[in-house]
């Protein structure tokens, strides 16, 4: 069972997922505290690590510009714990006209019903490297 503050935070989650395909980027920003962090292994274009909600709305601004609108993630399954929610995720994007489908863990850290950070692990980094290169 889970306690009134995990469904509250799975409900963002699903809310921002939500609002990220929909490209609605007001209702993601309101997701992070304004020195929220997101950390991620550096890919290519991608630099890895990410501080405060400007950077990380500039990352998610990257990953449309570089994948031309293609980019898209889905949450295959949600759980909480604590503090945090985990999602793993199915992502698609097409690339200088490749298409890839992987997958990553994205780590939700909330304090006060924001997300002060996420770490996004890659199943297969190595692949996940060479479509951001």
Do not use: C
Not at 68 to 86: K, M
Request: no cysteine.
């Amino acid at each position: 069972m889970h306690t009134k503050a995990e469904r509250e935070n799975l409900a963002t989650v699903e809310r921002t997922f939500d609002a990220f395909a929909r490209r609605d980027m007001a209702t993601v920003a309101a997701t992070f505290h304004e020195k929220a962090h997101w950390h991620m292994p550096s890919t290519g274009v991608l630099k890895g690590n990410y501080r405060g909600r400007d950077q990380i709305l500039g990352f998610f601004a990257h990953l449309e510009h570089e994948t031309e609108g293609s980019f898209s993630t889905i949450p295959v399954t949600l759980a909480a714990s604590g503090s945090r929610v985990f999602a793993q995720n199915l992502t698609t994007a097409k690339r200088n006209g490749n298409a890839w489908t992987w997958q990553v863990v994205l780590v939700f850290e909330f304090a006060a019903g924001v997300a002060t950070s996420v770490q996004e692990y890659m199943l297969d980094y190595p692949a996940v490297r060479r479509f951001w290169t």
